[in-house]
């Protein structure tokens, strides 16, 4: 029987700096997830490192990707650039399976935001919703322009802001409330396409928010 994986997000100590090199003193504080094989749940060829913090004014997230081909195309916002390389945050902020937030982006900083509606079989994705006050920043080790360079890896920050999660129980959030969230990333690589997460859905379809996990608000401050 399948069982949400659990991860107890911490406070913050001061804003987070976005600027996506990662090294701020609060994200050694906060807990590793590794993203496995969306379909298997086995280890990827090339691994993702997630984390993620909060405040009374953002939810932070942060993603450490290996990869020797670092690929992207789209520079605009709210393009399909899931067909590119992308890292993805979904997060169902009322637990209701239904309705919840995705933002996606790709190492060329460009962001995809959405408001998912998921019911019944229907799924829409509202493309005219935008996060107000979004940040977010890419680190590259590599050239992610050309396809077959040497590349290394590339790091992500995100800073979305808590007044996106209107439907949350409380804002911001109090010690011990729970959201149900999951944490992907696509690579596309020439051995072939990978699609991994936090929690796996067991098939190659993201939009599964019934398997997504529980992230547990803490007031431990890092």
């Given at each position: 029987?399948?069982q949400?994986?659990?991860?107890?997000?911490?406070?913050a100590?001061?804003?987070?700096?976005?600027?996506?090199?990662?090294?701020?003193?609060?994200?050694?504080?906060?807990?590793?997830?590794?993203?496995?094989l969306?379909?298997?749940?086995?280890?990827p060829?090339q691994?993702?490192?997630?984390?993620?913090?909060?405040?009374?004014?953002?939810?932070?997230?942060?993603?450490?990707?290996?990869?020797?081909?670092?690929?992207?195309?789209?520079?605009?916002?709210?393009?399909?650039?899931?067909?590119?390389?992308?890292?993805?945050?979904f997060?169902?902020?009322?637990?209701?399976?239904?309705?919840?937030?995705?933002?996606?982006?790709?190492p060329?900083?460009?962001?995809?935001?959405?408001?998912?509606?998921n019911?019944?079989?229907?799924?829409?994705?509202?493309?005219?919703?935008?996060?107000?006050g979004?940040?977010?920043a890419?680190?590259?080790?590599g050239?992610?322009?050309?396809?077959?360079?040497?590349?290394?890896?590339?790091?992500?920050?995100?800073?979305?802001p808590?007044?996106?999660?209107?439907?949350?129980?409380?804002l911001?959030?109090?010690a011990?409330?729970?959201?149900?969230?999951?944490?992907?990333?696509i690579d596309?690589a020439?051995?072939?396409d990978?699609?991994?997460a936090?929690?796996?859905p067991?098939?190659?379809?993201?939009?599964t928010?019934e398997?997504?996990?529980?992230?547990?608000?803490?007031?431990?401050?890092v």
């Open positions: 029987m399948f949400r994986p659990e991860y107890v997000c911490y406070r100590a001061r804003p987070i700096v976005i600027d996506g090199h990662l090294d701020d003193p609060a994200w050694q504080g906060a807990p590793a997830i590794a993203l496995c969306a379909d298997t749940g086995e280890a060829r691994s993702t490192t997630c984390r993620l913090l909060w405040d009374d004014d953002y939810l932070y997230v942060a993603f450490d990707c290996q990869d020797s081909d670092i690929w992207g195309v789209t520079t605009e916002r709210d393009r399909d650039i899931y067909n590119q390389e992308v890292v993805e945050l997060v169902d902020d009322d637990c209701d399976d239904h309705s919840y937030i995705e933002i996606e982006v790709s060329l900083n460009a962001v995809l935001d959405l408001y998912m509606l019911r019944g079989g229907v799924r829409r994705g509202l493309w005219d919703w935008d996060s107000r979004l940040r977010t890419v680190v590259v080790d050239d992610p322009t050309r396809r077959g360079t040497d590349d290394r890896r590339w790091t992500v920050e995100m800073a979305v808590m007044a996106d999660f209107m439907t949350a129980p409380h911001p959030p109090r011990g409330d729970v959201w149900h969230a999951n944490l992907y990333r596309r020439n051995m072939g990978e699609y991994s936090w929690s796996p067991g098939l190659i379809d993201y939009h928010p398997r997504f996990g529980r992230v547990v608000f803490s007031d431990t401050t």
